[in-house]
C-alpha cells in the first residue's frame, strides 16, 4: 500500500467568543502554525511482526494491538452508527488509555481495515503544540489518527486534497475521538484541526472563513494547567446566580465577536483596524475577568503587555493555558519578551494565523 506516510494537522487559537459560546452567541477561532505530525511506517514483507504499534512521542507512551485484541475489538459490536460505538467504546468499564480507546473507536468505526496491513505499521506521533494548553493539541491528534485509519479502511483517499466530503468524514470521526478525550466537546478544535483557515461558530453552526489581515500575535503559555470542563461549570454556577449580568456580559463579548469578523474579513489593513483590534482583545479579557475564568498568572501576562503598550487577553477555557498578545509589526515588543522571559513564561509567535488544515504531508509508495 505504502512505505511511509507523513501527516500533520494545525493546532488552534480562540481569537474572541470563548465561553459565550456556550451560551448560543458566536466565537471565532484560527488555526496556528504548530503542527501534531503523524509518520507512519510500514515494514517490508520478509519482516512481517504481526502487531501494530502507536508510539505516542510527547507523552512516552506506546500503544500496541495484536490480533486477538484487534478481532475481540472488531466483535465487540456490530452497530455502525458512530453514536453508538462512541457510547460503546465510552461505557467499557476497561481502564484502557484514552488513546487506546480513540483507537478502538476508529477499527470499530472502519471494519475494512484490512489485518495484514494494519499489523505491520509502526505509528509515531509527536506535536510542537504544547499539550494541555487550550492551543488544540489532542484535537490535531484527533484529527490526525482519524485521517489516517480512515485512509487505511479506503473511505478515505492517499492523496494531496481531500474533498469536502472527506474532510466532513475525518472531522465526524475526530469529534468522536474529542469526545473520548474531553467528555462534552465543542467541536470547535476539530474543525479548525480539519479545515484549517479561520472558524466562526454560532450554536454549533461552523461557517469557514479565510482573512487577509496579518495579525501578528504572541501567544504566551501561563505554564498553569487548564481544566476546561471545569471553567465551563464555574461559568454556568456564575450564570444561575447572577443570569441578567451574565447575559449582558455574553451579548457584549457577542458584539466584540462581530466586530473582529468584520475586520478579520476587511481586505485592507491599516493603522486604524489595529487599534481597534486591540480594543476588542483588550476588551475580551476583562469581559473575560468579570466571568470570572481569569487568574493570576493570566492577569500578569496580560498586565504585562500593557504596560508595554500592546493588548493582550486569555485564550480558551481559562483558568491556565495561555494568553494571546497582539504583536504591531513596526513597533519593538523586545522589552515585553525580555520580562516574559524574566518571569520564565514560554512564548512563540505565530506567524501564519489561518494556517492550512489536516494534509498528507509525504508519502513514499
Ligand atoms: O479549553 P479550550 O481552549 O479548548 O476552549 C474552550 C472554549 C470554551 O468556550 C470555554 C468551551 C467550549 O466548548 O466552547
Redesign the pocket.
Known amino acids: 500500500m505504502f512505505k511511509r506516510v507523513e501527516i500533520s494537522a494545525p493546532g488552534k487559537l480562540?481569537l474572541c467568543g470563548?465561553?459565550a459560546?456556550?451560551y448560543g452567541r458566536k466565537?471565532i477561532a484560527a488555526a496556528i502554525n504548530s503542527r501534531t505530525h503523524l509518520i507512519a511506517t510500514s515494514t517490508t514483507d520478509n519482516d512481517t511482526r504481526n502487531e501494530f504499534i502507536l508510539n505516542l512521542n510527547d507523552i512516552s507512551q506506546t500503544i500496541t494491538i495484536n490480533q486477538a485484541s484487534f478481532k475481540s475489538i472488531q466483535q465487540s459490536i456490530t452497530s455502525n452508527d458512530l453514536q453508538e460505538i462512541l457510547n460503546h467504546v465510552l461505557n467499557s468499564s476497561s481502564n484502557e488509555s484514552k488513546h487506546y480507546k480513540a483507537i478502538i473507536f476508529m477499527l470499530l468505526s472502519n471494519r475494512g481495515i484490512n489485518w495484514d496491513i494494519f499489523c505491520n505499521l509502526t505509528v509515531n506521533v509527536s506535536s510542537e503544540i504544547p499539550l494541555g494548553s487550550?492551543l488544540?493539541s489532542s484535537a490535531s491528534f484527533s484529527v490526525c489518527i482519524s485521517a489516517f485509519l480512515l485512509i487505511l479502511s479506503g473511505k478515505v483517499l492517499l492523496k494531496n486534497e481531500w474533498s469536502e466530503h472527506e474532510l466532513e468524514l475525518i472531522n465526524s470521526h475526530a469529534f468522536c475521538l474529542e469526545k473520548i478525550f474531553h467528555g462534552k466537546?465543542?467541536g470547535?478544535?476539530n474543525t479548525v484541526a480539519t479545515f484549517g483557515d479561520y472558524i466562526l461558530f454560532e450554536k454549533g453552526e461552523i461557517v469557514k472563513f479565510s482573512s487577509n489581515q496579518k495579525l501578528p500575535l504572541l501567544v504566551v503559555n501561563s505554564g498553569m494547567p487548564?481544566n476546561?470542563m471545569e471553567?465551563?461549570l464555574k461559568v454556568r454556577s456564575l450564570y444561575e446566580k447572577q443570569t441578567e449580568i451574565c447575559e449582558h456580559i455574553f451579548d457584549a463579548i457577542d458584539k466584540i465577536v462581530i466586530d473582529f469578523l468584520r475586520i478579520l474579513r476587511h481586505n485592507e489593513a491599516n493603522v486604524a483596524i489595529a487599534s481597534d483590534v486591540q480594543d476588542l482583545i483588550t476588551m475580551n479579557h476583562g469581559l473575560l475577568c468579570a466571568l470570572q475564568v481569569s487568574n493570576l498568572g493570566l492577569n500578569t501576562i496580560v498586565g504585562l503587555a500593557e504596560q508595554c503598550g500592546f493588548a493582550g487577553k486569555l485564550?480558551?477555557?481559562g483558568g491556565g493555558?495561555c494568553c494571546l498578545i497582539l504583536l504591531r509589526s513596526n513597533e519593538d515588543s523586545m522589552q515585553m519578551i525580555e520580562k516574559l522571559d524574566e518571569m520564565r513564561f514560554e512564548h512563540f509567535e505565530v506567524a501564519n494565523l489561518g494556517s492550512p488544515g489536516v494534509r498528507v504531508d509525504d508519502v513514499v509508495i
Do not use: P
Request: proline share 0%; charged share 15%; net charge negative.
Open positions: 480562540i470563548e465561553h459560546v456556550v466565537a487550550g488544540g466537546a465543542s470547535i478544535d487548564k476546561t471553567q465551563v485564550t480558551g477555557s493555558g
